[in-house]
């Protein structure tokens, strides 16, 4: 990544500009060609570091009012196998393994989304039933203390106060 | 009432497009015009909503922070109510936490750590069990991920 790769960056990591043609806006803030924002963007997509540039939206907004984060031991062999069945289901937007840690003998973790904690309760129990999981625990949203984007590139009012 | 149950046929598409993310070409606005069959100045008019009314938090670039070179790490930790409060805005202030969650159970704040520098998270927790006298403040690294993606098929139903 070049100097101007990484002002890209930095530019994305905000909302795009406004108006009908966002690559144009960036080019102009960039002082460099929308043919180039075009083809940088497509370097970036290309180099794995950028996912898209796109809605993020806030689902609490949106009819998934309630979100968990159901966590699973799962019988011995078999996280892989649970792993993928879990990330089928369009509930889940994230599934990972992670490492236990103290008196948390968890490790298969999805974040599942749902129009109420019911439907949430009675899928992650259902999956646990269905897929001899005895061990398992779902934990609600509570409160959202903060959500914001991966700042990749160093801005002032970001550091650790 | 929720603006999903206001939102016309073409909204519900367009969010859904706009979640895929738009097309890496010129005239992307144009693009996904021709693709729901309406004007580009719809599409540009139609966002503004969203955005206005909340249903979309942010557009723009979402990256792999693993492909950038940052190591992350979700962080669970059994924080008393007494000093929760302190403790979240502690916890909040560093740039690498971008998700910080107060949830149900015993680990009751949940937040993601992604940092350039592995040694900055031995720092913040070190620092988060001192400064709160917190017992339980338990790193799990991932060991692999299954699903990474946050789509809300708004088209469904």
Redesign the interface.
């Known amino acids: 990544m070049d100097a101007l790769d990484w002002m890209l960056?930095g530019e994305?990591?905000?909302?795009?500009p406004?108006?009908?043609?966002?690559?144009q806006a960036l080019a102009c803030r960039l002082g460099i060609s929308?043919?180039d924002v075009?083809a940088r963007?497509?370097g970036l997509?290309a180099?794995?570091?950028?996912?898209?540039?796109?809605?993020?939206?806030?689902?609490q907004?949106?009819?998934?009012?309630a979100n968990?984060?159901a966590v699973f031991l799962p019988p011995p062999g078999r996280t892989?196998e649970l792993?993928?069945k879990?990330?089928a289901s369009?509930m889940?937007?994230?599934?990972?393994?992670?490492?236990?840690?103290?008196?948390?003998i968890y490790?298969l973790?999805a974040m599942i989304?749902g129009r109420t904690e019911e439907e949430i309760s009675a899928f992650v129990s259902a999956f646990a039933a269905e897929n001899g999981v005895e061990r398992y625990?779902?934990?609600?949203?509570?409160?959202?203390?903060?959500?914001?984007?991966?700042?990749?590139f160093g801005?002032p009012g970001?550091?650790?106060? | 009432m929720l603006p999903e149950m206001t939102m016309d046929p073409v909204g519900r598409k367009l969010v859904n497009l706009l979640q895929e993310g738009l097309p890496l070409e010129k005239d992307p606005y144009g693009i996904l015009a021709r693709e729901l069959g309406v004007s580009r100045e719809e599409v540009t008019e139609r966002i503004g909503t969203l955005v206005d009314g909340g249903v979309i938090r942010r557009i723009g670039g979402v990256f792999d922070s693993a492909a950038m070179g940052y190591t992350s790490l979700l962080v669970g930790a059994a924080v008393p109510g007494e000093v929760f409060r302190d403790a979240a805005a502690f916890v909040n202030s560093f740039g690498g936490v971008t998700h910080n969650y107060r949830r149900s159970g015993p680990l009751n704040m949940w937040f993601t750590f992604a940092s350039g520098d592995p040694g900055e998270i031995d720092g913040l927790l070190a620092a988060l069990r001192e400064r709160f006298g917190l017992t339980s403040v338990y790193p799990f690294p991932k060991v692999k991920h299954f699903k990474l993606r946050v789509f809300f098929d708004m088209e469904k139903e």
């Open positions: 960056v994305l990591q905000e909302n795009l406004p108006g009908e043609n966002p690559w929308e043919d075009v963007l497509k997509k180099s794995g570091k950028l996912k898209r540039v796109g809605a993020v939206l806030r689902h907004n949106s009819g998934f009012a968990a984060m892989d792993g993928e879990l990330a369009p889940v937007s994230h599934c990972y393994e992670r490492v236990p840690c103290g008196e948390w490790t973790y989304h625990d779902i934990l609600f949203s509570r409160e959202e203390l903060k959500k914001s984007s991966m700042v990749f801005r970001n550091e650790p106060g």
